[in-house]
């Protein structure tokens, strides 16, 4: 946070895990639209379903769930190395 305070009952992992699980959503719900699409297409029916809008959103909820796992796993589940430590170390 750029003032550095933040209330003590607040839980950063809460608000990453929320974002991960809008993006893994948004994904399920553009997998879903392209089985829509497909049959719909298949059996001749109209679909008001757009196929590229459909790709354009898949690409963007995938991109972005990936860099929020990938952010989710850096943050809170990769031990970090301090670098006073190993300065120490090497002394």
């Not at 993006?23 to 196929?51: D, N, Q």
């Not at 991109?63 to 970090?80: N, W």
């Amino acid at each position: 946070m750029a003032v550095k305070m933040r209330p003590k009952w607040f839980n950063p992992i809460v608000v990453t895990f929320m974002q991960l699980s809008q993006m893994f959503v948004g994904v399920g719900v553009t997998i879903v639209a392209f089985y829509y699409y497909k049959k719909s297409i298949e059996e001749g029916k109209p679909c008001h379903i757009r196929k590229e809008n459909n790709v354009a959103a898949f690409i963007m909820y995938g991109s972005y769930f990936y860099l929020f796992a990938q952010f989710f796993v850096a943050r809170y589940f990769k031990v970090k190395v301090q670098g006073d430590a190993l300065k120490k170390k090497k002394v």
